[in-house]
């Protein structure tokens, strides 16, 4: 497939054009920038064929056949929206849209039209994560009773723009990383946040919007998802933790772009390091993404799982301005 690049972005080029470009038989042969001279720049710096400016003449462009959505997020549902309808399959990223019944609205318009549609959720995807979900699914902590995750991490300078000051952009540590950890917990428990509390604050860094929440989210099993998610925190190291009635899995650097970390899995006293594969988060991805447009089954995070992560953070948002505990609203008829 040929691909186009809505956004001359950051995660495009540090993540994305690799992974696609891993695929056999991928390229990427357009992006699309707001700015003629930044997009023809990021073109020639990516070896990219074709740099547009304009949304429709990307689109229009016969040979493209799935695009990749990297733009800042107020962006993210006319984009999908109008790919959509141009008949390209779409990989988006995260949070994909600035409400629920807009992301709602794009994966309902990708299923009509018979087009591929996945969130850009790639922490599911790491061989961490998916061998503590091995380990649980086994049984080896026994029932689960906690979840615990530490996200709260310093954002490097070169990526203190809109992110930090700028919510009509879909600034702010809610959208940016708490719709990460919504997804993980999701895919680790296999179950949906019904309800949230949360306190945010704007330490440091943000400006006009939050660069720092904790949360607690009851699960409808009962179990109960701790969460820390800051931008201004620089010594924590991130991490994600399952205690059970058997034993805990304790696993520390795993919330992050790169397939680090490690797993110690706690029962009876004694700690067993638990090893797991490091392939590349972003490439399993875009590899089931391409599968999927095969025909041959759905992407890790499916376009429903991109609206249930964006639901748990708009929880999150409310409940931390109303200082109440607020039910998810998926936006289920
Ligand atoms: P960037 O800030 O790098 O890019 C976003 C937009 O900003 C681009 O589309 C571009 O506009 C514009 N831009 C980029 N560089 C410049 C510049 N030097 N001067 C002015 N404008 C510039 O964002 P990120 O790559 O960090 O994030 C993009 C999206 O990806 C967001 O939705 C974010 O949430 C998501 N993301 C997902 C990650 C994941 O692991 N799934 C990780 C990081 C981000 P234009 O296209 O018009 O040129």
């Given at each position: 497939?040929?691909?186009?690049?809505?956004?001359?972005?950051?995660?495009?080029?540090?993540?994305?054009?690799?992974?696609?470009?891993?695929?056999?038989?991928?390229?990427?042969?357009?992006?699309?920038?707001?700015?003629?001279?930044?997009?023809?720049?990021?073109?020639?710096?990516?070896?990219?064929?074709?740099?547009?400016?304009?949304?429709?003449?990307?689109?229009?462009?016969?040979?493209?056949?799935?695009?990749?959505?990297?733009?800042?997020?107020?962006?993210?549902?006319?984009?999908?929206?109008?790919?959509?309808?141009?008949?390209?399959?779409?990989?988006?990223?995260?949070?994909?849209?600035?409400?629920?019944?807009?992301?709602?609205?794009?994966?309902?318009?990708?299923?009509?039209?018979?087009?591929?549609?996945?969130?850009?959720?790639?922490?599911?995807?790491?061989?961490?994560?998916?061998?503590?979900?091995?380990?649980?699914?086994?049984?080896?902590?026994?029932?689960?009773?906690?979840?615990?995750?530490?996200?709260?991490?310093?954002?490097?300078?070169?990526?203190?723009?809109?992110?930090?000051?700028?919510?009509?952009?879909?600034?702010?540590?809610?959208?940016?990383?708490?719709?990460?950890?919504?997804?993980?917990?999701?895919?680790?428990?296999?179950?949906?946040?019904?309800?949230?509390?949360?306190?945010?604050?704007?330490?440091?860094?943000?400006?006009?919007?939050?660069?720092?929440?904790?949360?607690?989210?009851?699960?409808?099993?009962?179990?109960?998802?701790?969460?820390?998610?800051?931008?201004?925190?620089?010594?924590?190291?991130?991490?994600?933790?399952?205690?059970?009635?058997e034993g805990s899995i304790i696993a520390?650097?795993?919330?992050?772009?790169?397939?680090?970390?490690?797993?110690?899995?706690?029962?009876?006293?004694?700690?067993?390091?638990?090893?797991?594969?490091?392939?590349?988060?972003?490439?399993?991805?875009?590899?089931?993404?391409?599968?999927?447009?095969?025909?041959?089954?759905?992407?890790?995070?499916?376009?429903?799982?991109?609206?249930?992560?964006?639901?748990?953070?708009?929880?999150?948002?409310?409940?931390?301005?109303?200082?109440?505990?607020?039910?998810?609203?998926?936006?289920?008829?």
């Amino acid at each position: 497939m040929n691909w186009g690049l809505i956004g001359a972005s950051t995660i495009a080029s540090q993540h994305m054009i690799g992974a696609i470009r891993a695929q056999a038989g991928n390229e990427v042969t357009a992006v699309l920038s707001s700015d003629d001279v930044r997009g023809k720049d990021y073109a020639d710096r990516h070896g990219i064929a074709q740099a547009f400016t304009d949304l429709d003449a990307i689109l229009s462009a016969p040979a493209i056949d799935a695009v990749y959505i990297s733009t800042t997020n107020e962006k993210h549902h006319p984009q999908a929206m109008a790919a959509i309808a141009a008949g390209k399959h779409v990989m988006c990223e995260k949070p994909l849209a600035m409400s629920v019944s807009d992301a709602r609205e794009m994966v309902s318009a990708a299923d009509e039209a018979g087009l591929v549609f996945a969130t850009n959720h790639h922490l599911r995807n790491a061989g961490a994560h998916l061998k503590i979900r091995e380990l649980t699914d086994q049984g080896r902590v026994g029932e689960i009773q906690a979840v615990r995750v530490g996200h709260a991490v310093h954002l490097p300078p070169h990526l203190q723009g809109w992110r930090i000051d700028n919510p009509a952009a879909g600034g702010g540590v809610i959208p940016d990383i708490v719709v990460h950890d919504a997804d993980t917990v999701r895919f680790q428990l296999q179950e949906d946040p019904e309800s949230v509390v949360a306190i945010e604050r704007s330490e440091s860094l943000g400006q006009g919007v939050e660069d720092s929440v904790m949360s607690v989210w009851e699960m409808p099993s009962g179990v109960l998802v701790e969460t820390h998610e800051s931008f201004t925190i620089r010594h924590a190291g991130t991490s994600f933790e399952v205690h059970g009635t058997e034993g805990s899995i304790i696993a520390t650097g795993v919330m992050t772009q790169q397939p680090v970390g490690r797993i110690i899995l706690r029962r009876d006293g004694e700690d067993e390091g638990i090893p797991f594969s490091d392939h590349n988060l972003y490439v399993r991805s875009m590899g089931l993404f391409m599968d999927a447009v095969a025909g041959n089954g759905a992407p890790s995070a499916t376009g429903t799982d991109g609206v249930k992560s964006l639901a748990v953070a708009m929880a999150v948002k409310e409940a931390a301005t109303t200082g109440r505990r607020v039910a998810v609203d998926y936006g289920e008829s």
